[in-house]
DNA sequence: ATTACACTTCGATAACTGTCGAATTAATAT
DNA sequence: ATATTAATTCGACAGTTATCGAAGTGTAAT
């Protein structure tokens, strides 16, 4: 991995609301804004104070820097995480368990 | 480490420059501007073709965020990494290891 | 068919960032 | 003393970002 790709990475974890909406999901791994765990996404809103639109937005950005995978489901959207960056991922998130 | 520390330490290595200077920081380990490796400033400004005030500010950032420690040796600026940080910085490198 | 729901898109805005050139400071060398 | 060198500080500026409220889209429930 090169340092533009590390960078990106970094950067799309570099905003606390947004780092925070990762870890959620990553614990959920396979969680949806509705299926399974029900809402979700209300839970993140009153979690994070941040809106809805916010929310979509920061979504956006993990999965336009590859940390996460997004699909659509009827009225819902589904998030997971790239099991292709997991164990680097899981490198960076040593960071929070090496304290636990 | 919680999220708020863990987006800081990211945040500061979410820029290409600054994630490079804090690799060759850490390369060196012990690295000064002038000490040991003679010219080491100059080498990093060709490299990265930023101007020596970016530089500086970098370097603010990186200490600021606690991934470095800055001493002022005469003229010149040492830098080293944080010991205390070293094993999850580790981790994070680890990014780029794996795929060396 | 209408309503409710789960987002998304669209401006807008205030704050932050990376970078620069110019001027400044402080240390060293001549 | 003067000049050189290393780094910092000081605006400045263009570009990015996080966030919002309002309006829009598409799906599902009544």
Redesign the interface.
Known sequence: ?D??R??K???A????NR??LY?KIAEAHEASFQTGCECFVTDIIDRLNIGAPTISHHIKELANAELIITEKKGKFLTCKVNEKLI??VN??L???N??K
Chains 1, 2 share one sequence.
Do not use: G, V
């Not at 974890?13 to 606390?16: A, D, E, R």
């Open positions: 991995m340092t533009q590390m960078a990475i970094f950067k974890l570099s905003n606390p780092l925070e870890l164990t680097e490198s960076i040593a960071l929070q090496q304290s």
